[in-house]
Antibody, heavy 123, light 107 residues
Framework: EVQLLESGGDLVQPGGSLRLSCVASGFTFSNHAMNWVRQAPGKGLEWVSSITGYGGNTYSADSVKGRFTISRDNSKNTLSLQMDSLRADDTAVYYC????????????????WGQGTLVTVSS | DIQMTQSPSSLSASVGDRVTITCRASQSITNYLNWYQQKPGKAPKLLIYAASSLQSGVPSRFSGSGSGTDFTLTINSLQPEDFATYYCQQSWSTPRTFGQGTKVEIK
């Protein structure tokens, strides 16, 4: 059974830092790109960042570029998001999501999601 | 960036109704379009990927269609557990943008 378990969410002051983790199980972690997606209170889904299976390539939304860093440790089946220079508008539930491609079509999709971890940026 | 626009933003429907949600991309994304369902306080759940492929375990009353820029999610015979918010997402390019969501409410 695929499981994704996020942790690290907390209340942090503006300008502060936080590190989120997502521990994966039930699949071959290194075979899959992984993503972070966030959802501000009462708002829609926003893709934040992604990393390829062996960590060779990373991508981030313009809203977090230069402040957030995605990484992974395949030996520990762990995805991380280092969040620096946090702002009030970073307040959200952060989800990690496993990316897959179909057997007959290469279209990537997020087939499993964690339960989310809440980050609150406030003084 | 590719913009995804869903319509309507919300709708009211009754159990047993057929519901259609549309999603339009700002440029062609071939069939790189996914649909997710989210219930309050829960993580999103994948329903449809590659525009029309049903994710394993998802009831067959859900179906997707479209290609290029225009896509549709259809729920045949709406069930009580289907009242939720639905999001489309393009995976043609990064950023992997989502639509703004469509909330399906009970009439």
């Amino acid at each position: 059974e695929v499981q994704l378990l996020e942790s690290g969410g907390d209340l942090v002051q503006p300008g502060g830092s936080l590190r989120l983790s997502c521990v994966a199980s039930g699949f071959t972690f290194s075979n899959h790109a992984m993503n972070w997606v966030r959802q501000a209170p009462g708002k829609g889904l926003e893709w934040v960042s992604s990393i390829t299976g062996y960590g060779g390539n990373t991508y981030s939304a313009d809203s977090v570029k230069g402040r957030f860093t995605i990484s992974r440790d395949n030996s520990k089946n762990t995805l991380s998001l280092q969040m620096d220079s946090l702002r009030a508008d970073d307040t959200a539930v952060y989800y990690c999501a496993k990316e897959s491609v179909g057997a007959s079509t290469p279209a990537p999709h997020f087939d499993y999601w964690g339960q989310g971890t809440l980050v609150t940026v406030s003084s | 960036d590719i913009q995804m626009t869903q319509s309507p933003s919300s709708l009211s429907a009754s159990v047993g109704d057929r519901v259609t949600i549309t999603c339009r991309a700002s440029q062609s994304i071939t069939n790189y379009l996914n649909w997710y369902q989210q219930k309050p306080g829960k993580a999103p759940k994948l329903l449809i990927y590659a525009a029309s492929s049903l994710q394993s375990g998802v009831p067959s009353r859900f179906s997707g269609s479209g290609s290029g820029t225009d896509f549709t999610l259809t729920i045949n015979s709406l069930q009580p557990e289907d009242f939720a918010t639905y999001y489309c997402q393009q995976s043609w390019s990064t950023p992997r943008t989502f639509g703004q969501g469509t909330k399906v409410e009970i009439k």
